[in-house]
């Protein structure tokens, strides 16, 4: 898959929660994180952890999800960069509400809730980015409970891959997710993604390689899923 990676400049580039402050400011935000690295299967953080610190992701992918007390895992959503994760916890100084594991090797900054408060209180412009990134949240989570009641698995499984493509226009789009993450992604079990998997791949619209999916027409995909064609 095509990761975005922030643009030349400061390491908060791209980054819409700090947009908006001017650059010497932004240079105190980085000078107060701390720089961390994931490997792939990592976790930065689990569910009912103490909410210490915001986390800026600066390279890699990042699935949040919740676990069932059965084992069961349910993804919420995949972070990558120049995305944030770990505001909820930061703002309502409570426990983390989901866990967060690295699916690829990451880069990234973590900045304390105390300098993340600070920072707050002294530029309130900062708390329209958070509330975005908040309504963004509920949205997605809104967006998800609809598709468990109004598509199928196959369709929600080709949603979830659309998704996953993102904004590239590439031909080919790999996407670097086993078939077990898809699954919790889309809420099915594992026999039965693969079995829409390989439905779509006799239709042409993908291929596995070992771990990862090709995409080779997302049009496809997004016809299969409801959505729009763009």
Not at 2 to 31: K, N, S, Y
Not at 63 to 80: D, K, Q
Not at 175 to 202: C, D, H, K, W, Y
Not at 212 to 230: C, F, H, K, Q
């Amino acid at each position: 898959m095509e990761v975005r990676l922030p643009e030349p400049g400061d390491a908060l580039t791209g980054v819409d929660m700090f947009a908006g402050l001017e650059p010497e400011v932004r240079q105190r935000v980085i000078a107060a994180a701390v720089p961390r690295t994931y490997r792939k299967g990592q976790l930065l953080f689990v569910e009912n952890d103490p909410g210490e610190s915001l986390i800026v992701l600066r390279r890699g992918a990042v699935a949040v999800f919740r676990t069932a007390p059965t084992g069961e895992r349910a993804v919420l959503h995949v972070i990558r960069p120049p995305d944030v994760l770990g505001e909820v916890s930061l703002l309502d100084a409570s426990t983390r509400s989901a866990s967060a594991e690295a699916i690829e090797d990451c880069a990234a900054l973590a900045l304390s809730r105390g300098a993340f408060m600070e920072l707050v209180h002294s530029n309130p412009r900062i708390l329209d980015a958070v509330m975005r990134s908040l309504g963004g949240l509920i949205r997605r989570l809104t967006e998800q409970n609809a598709d468990h009641v109004f598509l199928d698995l196959p369709g929600r499984v080709a949603k979830t891959l659309v998704r996953l493509a993102g904004e590239s226009h590439a031909p080919m789009i790999t996407i670097e997710l086993n078939q077990s993450q898809l699954a919790e992604m889309a809420g099915g079990s594992r026999q039965s993604v693969n079995q829409a998997i390989g439905s779509f791949a006799s239709r042409g619209w993908l291929r596995t390689e070992g771990r990862r999916i090709v995409v080779t027409d997302v049009s496809a995909l997004r016809r299969r899923a409801g959505m729009a064609e763009r």
